[in-house]
């Protein structure tokens, strides 16, 4: 996993090691729950379990099958974790909560709501992670970064974990889009694909990245040379030998360029829509966090990007992909960044916000400068 990094300052030494003191999350619900209706919710708190474990435990206690139970989203193992379940009240009639135990689940609360908790029914996730070895000068360029990030957000990388131990399963992923290999079981083989489909959005935004530093640190009429020398090609879109056009690239007040063809999102959540005519607004509405550049998923009924932007997609399209394709913001922008440095410890403290689908590791990658793995768990 070698992708582009957002910012540009030196190596930043700390130690992080993912478990349940250092690594807190806590699920933010989409919704307010109506404290009424069919479903009970339970407010969970996990340890060293996966979100799949969690739901067999509860499932074999409730002694109901594991898909009437829902959930929002996938909470890592290797850490403390809160999040809510919903389970229909009519197949609890015989059970009381009060009998169940176990060392590594707790129930915080509960409450009722009228529907089931679905996949992606969460507004995103709060975190508490503790950093080790960390000196004085570490600790103040992690301030300098802090201010930066809290401004320009960072780019929405699938993280490690995506990838399996190995960070090789798109590969598998792969072999299975190009007709290679079969998986009996259909939920892995989409789970495969999926990873194939992530590992084709974090090359193109590695790229993205790529470009935009470049545009950043050359001459308008250099740019279109630059993209030759950069592609070993001289299919270049004619629009950068536009001076105009260049200028509004090197105008836009972050960093991470928008082209003409891009698709953008309304932030943090809305619909899709393509730059068409206003780039430099689009690009301040950018940098305001109003909106938000889209990347692909690739596969059918796909909204490809067009123009510049699409020129750049391009290389990262799989048409062989059956899923249905999606956007996924490219650029995330945490929310309510705190650290706090503690000296005699020599330990960090970082709290914030992410936005749903957003992973963590992402923001100590770019602190860091440094892949952040599981060298760093074992």
Known sequence: MNYSY?????????????????????????????????????KIRKKNLTTFELINILSSHFGIKAHEIGYAGLKDKNALTIQYISVPKHLLKNVSLDTFSHTNIKILETTSHNNKIKIGHLKGNNFFIRIKKLDNLNSQKIQQVLKQIERFGIPNYFSYQRFGK?????????????GKKRMRD???????????????????LS??????????????????????????????PQAFLDMNYCEM??????????????????????KNF????????????????DIAPTGLLSGIKSQISQKEA????????????????????????????????????????????????????????????REIMQEEEE
């Open 249 to 270: 690239l090197k105008m836009q007040p972050h960093f991470f360029k928008i082209f003409y063809g891009d698709y953008m999102c309304h932030y943090p959540f809305g």
């Open 186 to 204: 259909r939920k892995m083989q989409n789970f495969l694909i999926s990873a194939y489909q992530s590992h084709l959005f974090n090359q193109w």
């Open 310 to 369: 699409g020129f750049f997609e391009s290389k990262f399209i799989d048409s062989r992909i059956k899923s249905v394709g999606q956007r996924r913001y490219a650029w995330i922008f945490p929310e309510n960044l705190q650290f706090l440095y503690k000296q005699e410890e020599a330990q960090g403290e970082l709290k914030f916000f992410l936005p749903k689908g957003a992973y963590a590791t992402n923001l100590l990658r770019e602190l860091a400068h």
């Open 274 to 289: 393509l730059v068409e005519e206003e780039l430099l607004v689009d690009s301040r509405r950018f940098m305001e966090k």
């Open 166 to 178: 190995n960070l090789d399963n798109y590969l598998l992923g792969k072999e299975i889009v190009e």
């Open 207 to 236: 790229l993205r990245i790529d470009i935009s530093h470049l545009i950043t640190k050359i001459k308008e009429r250099e740019i279109y040379q630059a993209l030759e020398m950069y592609f070993h090609t001289k299919e270049i």
């Open 6 to 42: 957002a910012y540009t300052h030196s190596k930043i030494d700390f130690y992080f090691r993912q478990n349940t003191r250092d690594f807190v999350v806590e699920e933010i619900p989409l919704y307010a729950f109506s404290q009424e209706g069919a479903h009970l919710i339970l």
